[in-house]
């Protein structure tokens, strides 16, 4: 996510609260910034909504608000999540997942049969069970259900419950299959097809069509062990060439591990988020690695360390 401010953002060009009065214009002929927020329990593969008591968006939701003229993405949805729970975390916490529009056939403002137009960033946040206990007693009681607080969803209720379809993709998103969904797939024709130029892109049918993956080549002279970390993206193997001797998965959170031994070439390997990976590479052995784009491996916090295998 780029944020690209001239010079600094001084406080006079910062905006505020728009009036009650002023605000039905403002929604008439703008769209709206909004950053919001799903609340994720990677462990246990479930996420916690709230109930909407408002318009638009009223009954099962995520937890955000409005950002403001000069306010960072991030910046907005901290303040937003210490408004509507009372928790201030520290802007880390927040991950951001993707920028999605919404438009509305109506609104709180009234006339509300005119509608809204919002456009911003969906983040995800974990909390530990006393802020989630802190959160479900603070919730803003002007736009949310109180009593209804903040409910434990697996990915099944969310679809009995006919939530809506933005949260479901959010959800995929950051879930993504399990460590117990991974099977290895292995096409003779060699796996994804095309030349072995680093700057063109595949499409990961398995997850979001939209989003390209970068492209990298690794040849081996040597044994060789990759990985022993995680991502909080999606990571894509094909081996065109040699032997991958072990191949291991941990799932970070609980910690079941699945290993595979000798896998040859045409092997095609999906590892899912927060999954730990490390692969012992025969030599002579030529890898292609795939990642999802939504996350720069330039970025600091692409890589974290877990050791599974030694060298």
């Known amino acids: 996510m780029r944020v690209y401010v001239e010079g600094e953002i001084r406080l006079r060009m910062r905006g505020g609260f728009i009036p009650d009065e002023a605000y039905p214009v403002v929604v008439d002929h703008t769209i709206i910034p909004f950053t919001d927020v799903l609340v994720v329990d990677y462990k246990s593969r479930t996420c916690y909504l709230a109930m909407r008591a408002i318009k638009p968006m009223k009954g099962i939701w995520e937890i955000g608000g409005g950002r403001r003229k000069g306010e960072k993405p991030v910046e907005a949805m901290r303040r937003n999540f210490k408004r509507e729970t009372g928790l201030d975390l520290p802007e880390e916490r927040f991950q951001f997942v993707f920028h999605a529009d919404h438009v ?66 959010l959800f995929d998103m950051v879930m993504g299959p399990g460590i117990d969904d991974v099977n290895l797939v292995v096409q ?43 991502h909080n993206c999606v990571e894509r193997f094909v081996l065109k060439a040699g032997r991958i001797d072990r191949l291991v998965f941990e799932d970070i959170h609980t910690k079941v ?25 025969a030599p002579d052995s030529v890898l292609h690695m795939y990642v999802s784009s939504a996350e720069s491996p330039a970025n600091k916090e692409f890589f974290h360390t877990y050791t599974l295998l030694t060298a």
């Open 104 to 169: 509305w056939q109506d609104r709180e403002e009234e006339p509300q049969d005119k509608g809204k137009h919002y456009a911003g960033h969906h983040f995800v946040v974990e909390l530990s069970s006393e802020e989630l206990a802190a959160a479900r007693a603070s919730m803003e009681k002007r736009e949310y259900d109180r009593e209804f607080g903040l409910q434990e969803y697996t990915r099944e209720r969310m679809v009995a419950e006919n939530v809506h379809p933005a949260l479901l993709h």
């Open 257 to 281: 591990r699945r290993v595979w031994t000798n896998l040859g070439p045409g092997t095609e390997i999906t590892v899912p988020a927060r999954v730990a990976h490390a692969l012992v590479m």
């Open 188 to 230: 003779p024709e060699g796996g994804l097809q095309g030349h072995d130029d680093p700057r063109r892109t595949i499409t990961d049918l398995l997850f979001d069509p939209t989003i390209p993956l970068r492209h990298s080549e690794l040849v081996t002279k040597g044994q060789v062990t990759v990985g022993n970390h995680w």
